[in-house]
């Protein structure tokens, strides 16, 4: 039990790395990083 969940842990946590990772690439040049009321988006110069 203890190992099941050890190893399911790990899978996780390399999950959290890997798919942002994988992605990376395909983000934009710009993110924005707020949006205000009338949904404009914000972006950090």
Same mark, same amino acid.
């Given at each position: ?17 890997? !798919?942002? %990772?994988?992605?990376? +690439? ?8 707020? !949006?205000? %009321?009338?949904?404009? +988006?914000?972006?950090?110069?």
């Amino acid at each position: 039990m203890k190992t099941t969940l050890r190893i399911s842990i790990l899978a996780l946590v390399l999950l959290s790395f890997l !798919f942002p %990772a994988f992605y990376y +690439a395909q983000l934009p040049e710009q993110i924005p990083i707020h !949006f205000n %009321a009338a949904g404009k +988006a914000w972006f950090w110069q």
